[in-house]
Nanobody, 126 residues
Framework: QVRLVESGGGLVQAGGSLRLSCAASGLTFSRYNMGWFRQAPGKEREFVAAITWGGSSTNYVDSVKGRFTISKDNAKNTVYLQMNSLKPEDTAVYYC???????????????????WGQGTQVTVSS
């Protein structure tokens, strides 16, 4: 049984930082591209960042480039999202997801991801 468990969300002031973690089990983590997505109230789930199985290639939505960094530790079966210079518009539930296709660069499409976590809330106050 595949499980993805996110952690690290919370309430932070604008300009602050958070680091999200996603611990994976039940799959060969080193063989999966991993992605982070987010969903704000009343909006559709959107792509945030993704990384290839070995970490050599990444992809970001334009709105987070230069502020967010995705990384992957295959020894710990964990993917991270370091979020700096947070803005109120970053407020959302953040989800990690696993993609078994070895696409390079990693996919931005929700439909390409096979497994999803339950999400962690990030709230940025102004």
């Amino acid at each position: 049984q595949v499980r993805l468990v996110e952690s690290g969300g919370g309430l932070v002031q604008a300009g602050g930082s958070l680091r999200l973690s996603c611990a994976a089990s039940g799959l060969t983590f080193s063989r999966y591209n991993m992605g982070w997505f987010r969903q704000a109230p009343g909006k559709e789930r959107e792509f945030v960042a993704a990384i290839t199985w070995g970490g050599s290639s990444t992809n970001y939505v334009d709105s987070v480039k230069g502020r967010f960094t995705i990384s992957k530790d295959n020894a710990k079966n964990t993917v991270y999202l370091q979020m700096n210079s947070l803005k109120p518009e970053d407020t959302a539930v953040y989800y990690c997801a696993a993609d078994g296709e070895w696409s390079v660069p990693p996919s931005k499409s929700l439909s390409d991801y096979d497994y999803w976590g339950q999400g962690t809330q990030v709230t940025v106050s102004s």
